[in-house]
């Protein structure tokens, strides 16, 4: 008789684990696993193991669909993330654009040096365009220093809403996971009857508002002033 018992329990695992989405279950937070609740299930299971068999049939649809409602949370978290993150950068675009002109601009102005009509002109262009390009270099450094900072405080700020939109899924996902395992544990030991009901089986999928939002703080860089278009010699 034990043996009978010990090979249905076996069986009943197995089924379990052919019903749930396992490759998603091995990912959850070790307090929640499903297999170490199995394993801390197992004389409840032996002593009735129709009623344990029906209780699974009832509960594993729920924990896998939470399971996957949080999975799905998670990847929107990450998705609404890397849109804002791209947007961050996108938005730069323009003064990047500013930049690189400036920059074309100053080195126009110096290749125009060996074309000056005397020697003498040659040497007086690069000594006044090396100054003057050299301011532009420095004003497009300091600029460019600043919009870094923005954009990183930026970024950085993304990612501590990606953490907080992270930790509210996984707080969700272990309420619904307690009850739900609780629910089970109570049903193996015969201490509630198997539910009636037919048990849900949509799962449901996070939406883009369910992240937590970026804060208003978090705004494009602010553009810089275009700089002064360089002095060219004739």
Known sequence: MAF?????VFI??????AMANTQVLNKLPANLNFLDFMSSSTDSMQANPDQSMACFSYYIPIINEIAQTYAAELSNCTNVATAAELNAEAATLAVRTSYAS???ASCAALTLCPKASTVEDV?????TQGV???KEFYTISTNATMQLTDLVEMINNIK?????CNT???VKYEQDSAVAYGNLNSCILGNSAVPTTAAPTTTTTASSSSA????SSSSAPTTAAPVDEPTTVA
């Not at 040497?123 to 000594?127: A, K, N, V």
């Not at 937590?212 to 804060?215: L, Q, R, T």
């Open 102 to 104: 400036a920059v074309n």
């Open 4 to 8: 009978t018992k010990s090979s249905f």
């Open 212 to 215: 937590a939002p970026v804060s």
């Open 12 to 17: 009943t695992v197995c089924v379990a684990l």
């Open 160 to 164: 501590s809403q990606q953490d907080i």
């Open 168 to 170: 509210q899924a996984e």
């Open 132 to 134: 003057d390009q050299s």
């Open 123 to 127: 040497f007086q262009c690069y000594i």
